[in-house]
């Protein structure tokens, strides 16, 4: 059964970069049947996608971070990762990395949280 | 604001039927990955709806969805206490290669 984790700092001062890792078990990023991401969710607000790839495939990106995100995965297969730069207090939220066939999040990590202050 | 439009909230007695409606643009619904999420406070979303109206192993089919021109919409029937959560429908739009959301719509059953 797969397995996502999320993990990174819960702390990140403005305008520098947050980045966070998601730990995949039970299934290989490089198959290509399934899309890999991720998706917040700010204090009192709903859901926000951030960004998907499939592993040889492109890589979609939310127009309104698109400039500020980078989404990559690691040489091992086993974790993707996420960089999003020049951070403000309005991107403080629970992030959550997430798998699933085309269209649909049918894994969903536990979410981890990151505030943004000095 | 989320491009796709939910009711704040919705209720309904127990036993009873509710549905959720979710509505954008007709670019917004054109493909068929339409989906709906339960969250649960504490909880990661899990999703109850795809492709419209496909129900993943274990989603009671008291669940159901549908989509027409502009809109989609959740049902369910037979409300439970246990519905009790935040729902969001999400549709991939091919034109804008974009994964929209909607806004949520808190279920209370009364």
């Known amino acids: 059964q797969l397995q996502l984790q999320e993990s990174g700092p819960g702390l990140v001062k403005p305008a520098e970069t947050l980045s966070l890792t998601c730990s995949v078990s039970?299934?290989?990023?490089?198959?290509?049947?399934?899309?890999w991401g991720w998706i917040r969710q700010s204090p009192g607000k709903g859901l926000d996608w951030i960004g998907s790839f499939y592993y040889t495939r492109i890589t979609y990106y939310n127009p309104s971070l698109k400039s500020r995100v980078t989404m990559s995965v690691d040489t091992s297969k086993t974790q993707f990762s996420l960089k999003l730069t020049s951070v403000t207090a309005a991107d403080t939220a629970r992030y959550y990395c997430?798998?699933?066939?085309?269209?649909?999040?049918?894994?969903w990590g536990q979410g981890t949280l990151v505030t943004v202050s000095s | 604001q989320s491009v796709l439009t939910q009711p704040p909230s919705v209720s309904a007695a127990p036993g009873q039927k509710v549905t959720i409606s979710c509505s954008g643009s007709s670019s917004n619904f054109r493909g068929n990955y339409v989906s709906w999420y339960q969250h649960l406070p504490g909880t990661a979303p899990k999703v109850v709806i795809y492709e419209v109206n496909k129900r993943p192993s274990g989603i009671p089919d008291r669940f159901s969805g549908s989509k027409s021109g502009t809109s989609a919409t959740l049902g369910i029937t037979g409300l439970q206490t246990g519905d009790e959560a935040d729902y969001y429908c999400?549709?991939?739009?091919?034109?804008?290669?974009?994964?929209?959301f909607g806004g949520g719509t808190k279920l209370t059953v009364l």
């Open positions: 039970g299934a290989s990023i490089s198959n290509n049947d399934y899309h």
């Open positions: 997430v798998s699933g066939r085309p269209g649909v999040a049918d894994s």
């Open positions: 999400a549709a991939w739009d091919q034109s804008l290669r974009t994964w929209l």
